[in-house]
């Protein structure tokens, strides 16, 4: 069955860098596209990244600071998160699709079924 596995999470200063990761299992990577959400406490999970085979992109909160990368051969989508916010700090999860939607705006949790069990970062001094 599917399965996605994030790890990577923790707390960090404000301008610190952390890199998240997603093992994925259960299905063929190099043909699904992986997101990443996040949740803030009291706050709805809001699309942050996604990638399909050859493609990336991000909501612009992110924009230039994140970096989202894939290694198929290990199954594995990695969060690079650098210069982080106190505004970043969330749970972060990925989840599975077909296609990431266009514009990223469109990344809603209603865009996958499939979810891992979430990740917490802290940014916090």
């Known amino acids: 069955q599917v399965q996605l596995v994030e790890s990577g999470g923790g707390l960090v200063q404000p301008g610190g860098s952390l890199r998240l990761s997603c093992a994925a299992s259960?299905?063929?990577?190099?043909?699904?596209?992986i997101g990443w959400f996040r949740q803030a406490p009291g706050k709805q999970r809001e699309g942050v990244s996604c990638?399909?085979?050859?493609?990336?992109d991000y909501v612009e909160s992110v924009k230039g600071r994140f970096t989202i990368s894939r290694d198929n051969a290990k199954s594995t989508v990695y969060l690079q998160m650098n210069s982080l916010r106190p505004e970043d700090t969330a749970v972060y999860f990925c989840?599975?699709?077909?296609?990431?939607?266009?514009?990223?705006?469109?990344?809603?949790?209603?865009?996958?079924?499939?979810w891992g069990q979430g990740t917490q970062v802290t940014v916090s001094s």
């Open positions: 989840a599975m699709g077909r296609g990431c939607p266009v514009p990223i705006t469109a990344l809603i949790p209603a865009w996958t079924n499939y």
């Open positions: 259960g299905f063929s990577l190099d043909s699904h596209s």
């Open positions: 990638t399909s085979d050859g493609s990336t």
